[in-house]
């Protein structure tokens, strides 16, 4: 699984470094089917990808509403939450893994967990229920809270959000030590890292939630009822450092994780490092919308990393 998330992580960072290539810049004049027009509509998606002109017809016909994201958090919901089930019996009851998952996680993993004492599991446990808990929390925003204008995603981009978290689970079950998952041995030790994870989640989602609302409101009235779907400039909370502040936070949600591991899960990190440059992307992308239709944008915000980036 590290290897994996290695490639993709290193798929996104060369995405990344390509996107500052002039000839891989958004076609100027008629629509062309262009390698950049291409490269553009892979990686664009929602108000990006509007603001990207001219489309052709042939990608075009790749275009899926952007509101279906919500969607990725059904899969979440109920592929991590099965996840969770599974490691409550095996904690709880001391109910081993089917046979067949435990070949599947040994073909995966590549390596077996040792046993740690009870740290690790622990560790395991708490990352998927915050998966779980933070894929409920993005449900129900996007089913509630924001206001979703007639944006589009790529096709390709729509099936890799269905996989997403049912590869982050997998990735978890790789973590759980074999004695857990052969239902041996269920302690928990609490350990100092967990708390501080715990927290860190804690204030990213918080931060995280009111930049959702941030972006909602622009488009509500104070009772609540939708005005508009057009784009306006965010203020408030980490919008007046960054574009992108909901993707920033996002990032640091996937931290609290990696701390939770006690800071020395690799592979993990390299779910770290994807997020990283994955979500880094889609703030660029952003942050030269805003620049490129806002004449009065902030001149002082950066794009995803506060003062940094």
Not at 45 to 57: A, F, I, L, N
Not at 190 to 209: D, E, K
Request: net charge positive.
């Amino acid at each position: 699984m590290a290897e994996l998330w290695l490639v993709l992580a290193a798929s996104f960072l060369a995405a990344l470094l390509a996107l500052q290539l002039p000839r891989l810049k958004p076609p100027p004049g008629r629509p062309s089917l262009s390698l950049a027009a291409v490269f553009q509509d892979l990686l664009r998606y929602g108000k990006t990808k509007s603001g990207c002109q001219p489309r052709p017809p042939q990608l075009q016909v790749f275009d899926v509403p952007k509101r279906w994201f919500y969607h990725f958090y059904v899969v979440s919901v109920i592929w991590n939450g099965s996840v969770l089930l599974l490691l409550l019996q095996s904690h709880l009851l001391s109910r081993p893994f089917p046979i067949w998952l435990q070949d599947v996680l040994s073909i995966l993993d590549g390596v077996s967990q040792d046993h740690d004492g009870g740290g690790e599991s622990l560790s395991v446990f708490l990352v998927c229920l915050f998966v779980w808990l933070n894929s409920c929390r993005r449900l129900k925003e996007c089913l509630h809270i924001s206001v979703f204008s007639g944006g589009v995603i790529h096709i390709v981009q729509y099936c890799f959000g269905l996989c997403y978290y049912v590869l982050l689970g997998l990735t978890l079950l790789c973590q759980v030590p074999t004695n857990v998952r052969e239902g041996k041995d269920h302690r928990l030790t609490v350990c100092w890292y967990h708390v501080l994870g715990v927290l860190m989640f804690i204030w990213a989602s918080v931060h995280q939630h009111r930049c959702h609302v941030i972006l909602a409101n622009l488009r509500k009235n104070k009772s609540g009822k939708v005005l508009n779907l057009d784009h306006s400039i965010p203020f408030g909370d980490w919008f007046e450092f960054v574009s992108c502040p909901h993707y920033f936070a996002e990032l640091l949600i996937y931290l609290s994780m990696a701390i939770m591991f006690g800071f020395n899960n690799l592979t993990w990190w390299l779910v770290v490092t994807y997020v990283f440059f994955s979500q880094a992307v889609s703030a660029v992308l952003c942050h030269e919308y805003y620049l490129s239709n806002f004449k009065q944008y902030p001149k002082c915000r950066k794009a995803y990393v506060p003062f940094l980036f």
